[in-house]
């Protein structure tokens, strides 16, 4: 299933994910998946201790009363596996951990999994992803290599996200701003803080701190509970 028009709610954190400062958003997004557990992808943490971010994972949603199915895809083979596939493909919510998101690309792109959290997205569930998901999910991708772009997966299309926006190196934000392609939007993203998407496309502002909006060198903050308008 490629990606397309939005049928489901889209998160896309700036980092920080499972934080005192998520906790409404994160209130809010399992009410509108009617969710009684979160399916959670540790998989860009593959190298960093991804069980610890599932066990944080665990503590915090059972704290907002929910369950976690951690989904320990950590190889590219692990994506290929049924029963994982099919967790996926029947999640009312997803969750993306932050980590690397060339690793996270090399797991998830052209994989059946993929393909499965797509499905749950599209059928109306809610997906969201921090950090490196939240680039990933977008096309262009930022690179964290150097702030340059290379290709997402795209399921929203001329898009660009830079998280950690609030606290990243001056230097990289400066590139992606110059780097990005003339048809894409640029948003820099805090922790603890998500863009969001409803079923019906309007863009909105939740969480603790700060998204920006890049038009060339110009721009514009928007706080909690701001609508953005103009954004794919």
């Not at 201790?49 to 951690?70: D, I, N, S, T």
């Not at 590219?76 to 996270?104: C, V």
């Amino acid at each position: 299933m490629a990606s397309g028009s939005a049928a489901g709610t889209l998160a896309l954190l700036g980092g920080g994910e499972w934080r005192d400062g998520c906790r409404d958003l994160d209130r809010e997004l399992l009410g509108a998946a009617g969710a009684k557990e979160v399916v959670v992808l540790p998989t860009a943490a593959a190298y960093e201790h991804p069980e610890r971010v599932a066990e944080r994972a665990v503590e915090y949603f059972e704290a907002l009363g929910v369950k976690v199915r951690p989904l320990m895809i950590l190889h590219r083979a692990d994506a290929d596996d049924a029963k994982m596939i099919e967790s996926a493909r029947k999640a009312s919510m997803i969750y993306i951990a932050d980590g690397s998101p060339l690793h996270l690309r090399s797991v998830l792109k052209s994989s059946e999994l993929w393909e499965a959290m797509l499905v749950s997205y599209h059928s109306g569930g809610v997906l969201a992803a921090s950090g490196a998901g939240a680039t990933l999910v977008c096309d262009p991708m930022v690179d964290p290599r150097g702030g340059a772009y290379t290709v997402g997966l795209g399921v929203v299309s001329d898009l660009a996200v830079f998280p950690y926006h609030g606290t990243a190196a001056a230097h990289l934000r400066d590139r992606s701003i110059d780097l990005l392609p003339a048809a894409a939007k640029l948003v820099g993203i805090d922790e603890e803080t998500a863009l969001v998407r409803a079923p019906k496309g309007a863009w909105r502002v939740a969480g603790a701190g700060t998204v920006t909006v890049y038009e060339g060198r110009d721009a514009t903050d928007h706080r909690a509970g701001a609508v953005i308008d103009g954004l794919p």
